[in-house]
């Protein structure tokens, strides 16, 4: 088994497609289709049902494509290794973050970085924290950046920055007039939440817990992937969320949200890699950068959304503090 096969076992399966494999990879299509017949032939397994004129993985491809994805990151790595002994003058930077500091936070920072190493190629991929960390834990990130709590010693978290959980309603809701004055008043109304596995709605839940009420208490009416879906329900009326300053800030702004004056604490933004593999050249200036932007508007900002939990509307966009 070689890495080219690997390479285009992969090109297939995500494509479910050779010809097309094939134009991505710049190979010619009997190529392809002879490297993965030499993967089945060699391992005894058929890695794709032929249908017609199209292909699907079968359970062992299915099985074998997480493996391979894998070999071939770790692959990646090790030619990054040697291409750092150029002074990143070339390479890649493979970055997992999570859904609200990848729209929030980290591309300005991917902006200055991309200044100062024009020639290393950054891919970003998003999810929610369990789904970063599982991706850094495998070797598929060199670096993700997570807003909740992990429990995994084979990762090491460094905070970057600082964040504001807030919880904000629609206009049309009760506690406009007349909000909740504890915690034990949050399962009056209905909620809408991220899904289980993300780093706002772990967070959330600690506190709830650390003000000693059960988060199953909760009347979640429903669970959302986005930030932005989620302030759309509450802003058309549908219970409250807890979310970042930073994503409420423009319907505090335009008056579409209400902050609801509950603190919540605040949490912070984590840099994770793992704590066996080798930790990137381009991954350490991407830190040096993040702790050399630090701004005193961040801090600034959180100052001003807390402020605006009784004077309600916040006069500038929130962003998190940079550690």
Not at 42 to 49: D, G, Q
Not at 126 to 140: K, M
Request: net charge neutral.
């Amino acid at each position: 088994m070689t890495l080219e096969q690997l390479r285009v076992f992969v090109a297939v399966a995500e494509r479910q497609h050779m010809t097309r494999a094939a134009e991505a990879l710049h190979m010619a299509q009997s190529a392809v289709s002879a490297a993965i017949a030499a993967l089945e032939s060699r391992h005894r397994a058929r890695l794709f049902n032929r249908i017609g004129r199209g292909i699907e993985l079968t359970e062992a491809g299915t099985l074998f494509l997480d493996e391979a994805r894998a070999v071939l990151a770790r692959a990646e790595a090790a030619e990054l290794v040697l291409s750092e002994l150029g002074g990143l003058r070339r390479g890649t930077l493979t970055i997992h973050a999570s859904k609200t500091i990848a729209s929030y936070w980290l591309p300005r920072h991917l902006v200055a970085f991309r200044r100062a190493y024009p020639a290393i190629d950054i891919k970003l991929s998003v999810g929610n924290t369990a789904q970063v960390a599982a991706a850094v834990q495998q070797g598929i990130a060199q670096i993700g950046f997570i807003e909740g709590a992990i429990d995994d010693t084979a990762i090491v978290a460094t905070p970057v920055a600082r964040d504001q959980l807030v919880v904000v309603v629609g206009l049309q809701h009760p506690w406009v007039k007349s909000g909740p004055r504890d915690f034990a008043q949050l399962v009056e109304t209905e909620w809408v939440l991220r899904e289980a596995g993300s780093g706002t709605r772990s967070e959330f839940e600690a506190a709830l817990a650390a003000a000693g009420v059960a988060a199953s208490d909760l009347k979640v009416a429903l669970e959302l992937p986005s930030n932005e879906a989620i302030c759309a329900a509450v802003e058309a009326g549908l219970g409250a969320t807890a979310i970042s300053a930073s994503v409420a800030a423009a319907g505090l702004e335009t008056g579409l949200l209400h902050r609801v004056d509950i603190n919540l604490p605040e949490r912070a933004f984590q840099a994770i890699q793992h704590v066996d593999r080798y930790r990137s050249a381009a991954a350490e200036r991407l830190l040096m950068i993040m702790g050399a932007g630090a701004d005193r508007a961040g801090t600034a900002a959180i100052k001003q959304s807390r402020s605006d939990g009784s004077a309600q509307n916040s006069s500038r966009r929130a962003q998190p503090t940079t550690v």
